[in-house]
């Protein structure tokens, strides 16, 4: 790193704590009157999304929903911190950050996004900057540098270095816009790039450990300099001042899961979960601690073989009362997985079909049932409608087999998509309650699409059935049989 970079990065690690301190004090702040207006050309749909993302880290996101209105879109919503969000019409995807009080436009053609994508209004220096950086990639153009380095004598430093160079830029890049923006999104920003630092640092030492054989085979021999050492040495040392970072804390996640899978794999450690969260209170520190745990958990609950090592977990970490927003989730998710699960019986709903009509589950007694939880603008629920079509036609015959859309969209959209899309199967919707329709909740949709299958007596016969078109048409064929 060089002179000038070192010396900004000590002066600003003052502001930074002061920053992380102040911040934790205000985060039962005021929520403030927060809008959006999105001027769009060319969408193909009349329904923008707009995602808040309040705490990836526990999956909490909220959604609004916007129809177009003398051509543009309108949301207005209230907000107490800064955060990232997303925009997304069914084609695209447009992120950005937004703070209490702030006032964007934002300005687009749906055919050539990237090239047209502008933003205005009060708070949208830190968009234009989020999206600069986005478009920057950092970890690309390492990338494109990594089969160089295999050819240099001093491949960690040339990597290293490079590297260093890039973040030199982006720092001197936000150091311009600090005065439009607040001290919240300077941190948060800062945040961003120290965890992407962290982590195509910990990729180049991956790089060239693992790539070390070719290296040697090319009769060169790799030289570590001080430099490299102190880095290498470093690479599992987290800085707390980045705690209210979620960036940050995602990618001490990354690293650590990556560090963990290569000792599993190198037969340090076994697979023991016990074991693996000992590792894990060891080197982190606390105010990553619940954080980062909490994700592990998170995973692991998949693995539900192991769940006597989750329920000690469980009694072990979650038990201050600061860590309750991270405690409610993760109990919730065991309670979730051990419950909906295969075998028990399914809720009940209540849904209009396109005629009017009320439909529940006690309508397709005695038939195999897969929901599929969608709306319109969602491209990954058009990407699974068109690659499980097979299935559709192949179970076209048989009466015992009901293919049920579930749609969040408002009925005039909904109506409009489906002579629109022409999509098969049994259509309902959750009745202008968008979200809010108690099937989003009995069914634990979380994120679209979301799916599952009942088999013929009304109990689940999976919580998340395949997705390859193969596999799915033999699941419902084993819940025709069952």
């Known amino acids: 790193m060089n002179r000038r970079l070192t010396i900004f990065l000590a002066a600003s690690s003052i502001i930074l704590l002061a920053f992380f301190v102040s911040s934790c004090l205000s985060r039962n702040a005021k929520k403030v009157k927060t809008t959006m207006i999105v001027h769009a050309d060319n969408l193909e749909i009349d329904t923008l999304q707009l995602t808040l993302k309040i705490n990836p880290i526990i999956n909490r996101y909220k959604s609004y929903y916007s ?31 937004i703070e209490p009080g702030d006032s964007v436009e934002v300005f687009y053609n749906a055919i050539n996004k990237d090239e047209s994508l502008q933003f205005d209004g009060k708070g949208s220096e830190k968009s234009k900057f989020f999206n600069d950086y986005l478009q920057f990639a950092v970890y690309k ?36 816009i600090k005065p439009q923006i607040s001290e919240g999104a300077y941190y948060q920003f800062r945040g961003l790039i120290a965890a992407d630092r962290l982590l195509n640092r910990y990729s180049v030492f991956s790089y060239i450990d693992s790539n070390k054989d070719e290296i040697n085979n090319n009769g060169q021999d790799i030289q570590i300099t001080d430099y490299t050492k102190s880095i290498r040495d470093n690479l599992l040392v987290f800085d707390s001042n980045f705690c209210d970072v979620d960036a940050y804390t995602q990618n001490v996640y990354n690293i650590l899961f990556m560090e963990y899978d290569g000792m599993i ?57 600061e860590d309750s927003v991270y405690r409610d989730f993760i109990f919730k998710r065991y309670a979730d997985a051990t419950a909906f699960k295969k075998g028990v019986k399914a809720p ?42 097979p299935v559709k036609s192949y179970f076209k015959a048989n009466n015992n087999v009901v293919f049920l859309c579930i749609s969040i969209d408002q009925e005039d959209t909904w109506k409009s998509s489906l002579e629109k899309f022409n999509i098969d199967g049994y259509h309902v919707f ?15 949709v979380g994120s679209f699409p979301t799916t599952c299958l009942i088999d013929g007596d009304g109990n689940i016969f999976s919580a998340s059935p395949s997705r390859d078109p193969d596999k799915l048409k033999m699941q419902i064929e084993d819940a025709l049989s069952h």
């Open 265 to 321: 794999l190198n037969y340090e450690v076994t697979s023991s979960l016990e074991e693996k969260y000992n590792y894990l209170d060891r080197m982190l520190p606390s105010c990553f601690k619940i954080p980062v745990i909490t994700m592990f958990i998170n995973r692991d609950i998949k693995f539900l073989n192991q769940s006597e090592e989750i329920e000690e977990a469980l009694k072990k970490y979650y038990v201050n009362s």
């Open 430 to 444: 959750t009745e202008n309650l968008r979200g809010r329709h108690p099937v989003i909740k009995d069914y634990h």
């Open 67 to 97: 129809g177009i209105r003398d051509n543009s879109y309108y949301f207005s919503f209230r907000l107490d911190s800064p955060m990232y969000f997303n925009l997304k019409d069914g084609k695209n995807y447009i992120n950005g950050f």
């Open 348 to 389: 009940d709903f209540h849904l209009l079909n396109k005629e009017g009509e009320k439909v529940s589950l006690e309508t397709f007694k005695g038939k195999v049932v897969y929901l599929d939880f969608w709306y319109t603008g969602c491209s990954p629920c058009m990407i699974l409608f068109e690659k499980i079509k």
């Open 141 to 176: 153009k390492l990338r494109e540098k990594k089969p160089i380095s295999l050819t240099k004598t001093f491949p960690y430093d040339f990597l290293l270095h490079y590297s260093d160079s890039l973040d030199d830029l982006i720092l001197g890049n936000l150091e311009n």
